[in-house]
């Protein structure tokens, strides 16, 4: 200890001395740089994350790590695209002055070349901590509350960690299919926001125990009452009909809507064209969702003739998207309706 720095003996010295100091101190230190590229996956049941699992295995996307190679982008873009999970995208470079980010087609490019760039500004990327107890003339025994805290506060597979990882996990879940909700409209299912307002609640419970250690590092803590946990975690339900279809049997078959990501991909139909003379020629639809890697999209079916429909909507439904069979010409025709269900809750 330096000289200037008293042994704690009291309680009240030992507050004070790990507020100023901590428990530990730094042993060692790593400075550098660093670029992370992340895809988050948003699953909200275990059968679509086991389903997202089998997709990256067999696009050869390994769970374990791996090295970096010029198909991962398509691999991951391919995902991206076919998975029913929400998607989202995120950099961060650290080490660098004035990091120029890459588009996203350019990750893989830029992360290879990441380690020839110049480190101006030099980031804590990794560090050790000792405890005080090696310290000569440390008292042994002075701070197992304080570490018993530490331990209760910091195990990753601790109750205090497991808990408020559920209830982040519960509170992203709730903000997720209410985010879809209100991009349809739908007021149906109330239970959302009340259940992810008792997530918050129980989340700030954590928190303040998380604060009062702060002031107060030698108390004693146990976990508190977590009700929010008790509804298990929600997950998004919806309905699909067709309508009936129109004309005749010749082309191929075509459905634009993908039953299973159309919803969670918050995707809409926002523009339809039809071309006609004496037939229905084509068929136009744009449609527009979440996706970071194709976030508008065209469906065409038809040929090139031609210079209006009419359906009944379902009470409840919308209009998703088109069915039916073309070829040279619209031979065929129909509507996807979707419909939002309250969402059921599994333990």
Same mark, same amino acid.
Request: glycine share 8%; with cysteine; net charge negative.
């Given at each position: ?72 982008? $398509? ?111 739908? $007021? ?77 991909? =918050? ?27 194709? =976030? ?52």
């Amino acid at each position: 200890m330096k000289s200037d720095i008293p042994v704690p003996s009291t309680e009240d010295q030992v507050i004070e001395f790990v507020k100023k100091y901590g428990d530990s101190y730094i042993s060692e230190l790593v400075t550098g740089a660093e670029y992370y590229a992340v895809y988050a996956f948003i699953c909200e049941t275990a059968e679509q994350r086991m389903s997202l699992e089998a997709q990256l295995s067999a696009s050869g996307i390994s769970l374990f790590g791996g090295s970096l190679s010029a198909d991962f982008q $398509t691999k991951i873009e391919n995902v991206c695209k076919t998975s029913s999970s929400t998607v989202t995208f995120q950099q961060i470079v650290s080490g660098l002055k004035d990091p120029h980010l890459p588009s996203q087609d350019h990750i893989i490019e830029y992360a290879l070349k990441f380690f020839d760039l110049q480190i101006d500004n030099p980031a804590i990327i990794s560090y050790e901590s000792s405890s005080y107890d090696q310290v000569p003339g440390f008292p042994v025994n002075l701070l197992d509350q304080i570490r018993k805290n530490v331990s209760y506060f910091t195990d990753p597979n601790g109750d205090f960690t497991k808990k408020g990882i559920d209830i982040n996990e519960l509170i992203n879940q709730c903000e997720n299919i209410d985010n879809i909700y209100k991009f349809y409209n739908f $007021t149906q299912d109330p239970k959302i926001n009340s259940v992810k307002e008792l997530a918050y609640i129980d989340l700030k419970k954590l928190k303040s125990q998380q604060d009062d250690f702060t002031y107060n590092p030698n108390n004693k803590y146990s976990l508190p009452d977590l009700p929010s946990l008790n509804e298990g975690k929600p997950a998004l339900q919806f309905n699909f009909k067709d309508s009936p279809t129109y004309g005749g049997d010749g082309g191929g078959v075509f459905n634009d809507i993908n039953q299973s990501t159309f919803l969670p991909k =918050r995707t809409r139909l926002v523009n339809v064209k039809l071309y006609s003379g004496k037939y229905v020629d084509k068929l136009i639809a744009t449609y527009e969702c979440t996706d970071p890697i194709k =976030r508008t999209y065209v469906c065409e079916h038809g040929g090139n003739g031609g210079g209006a429909f009419q359906c009944q909507i379902p009470d409840g439904y919308f209009v998703a998207g088109f069915r039916g069979r073309s070829g040279s010409l619209l031979d065929q025709f129909g509507a996807v309706f979707a419909k939002l269900l309250p969402a059921t809750w599994q333990k």
